[in-house]
């Protein structure tokens, strides 16, 4: 399943940038404010494991603006050349 696929690469990401930040699961854990077995699963591309748990991670690693503004649709071709859509204030309905 490609959800599978993608937490997995998710977790990888985390902990590869944990890796290279030169920090333990231990030390993101308390300056994130979390447990260490939920960074252990957010590592490991766990399902469930709450947005909020990987965006504190992400924080204390300092890639959340990366994260954030990679899935801004005007920094894609595709979101800038639909942009106007962005202007509406309801999306149509689809018949």
Partial sequence: MKEDENLAKLGAHLRSWRVIMGLSQELVAERAGLS????RRAERGEPKV???TVLRIAEVLRIDQH????????NHD????????LKR???RKSS
Avoid: N, Q, W
């Avoid at 994260?67 to 005007?74: A, E, N």
């Avoid at 595709?78 to 859509?85: D, I, M, N």
């Fill in 78 to 85: 595709v979101g800038r050349a639909r942009a106007e859509l």
């Fill in 67 to 74: 994260m954030v503004s990679s899935i801004d649709p005007l």
């Fill in 36 to 39: 260490v077995p939920a960074v």
């Fill in 50 to 52: 709450a947005l909020e």
């Fill in 89 to 91: 204030k309801r999306a």
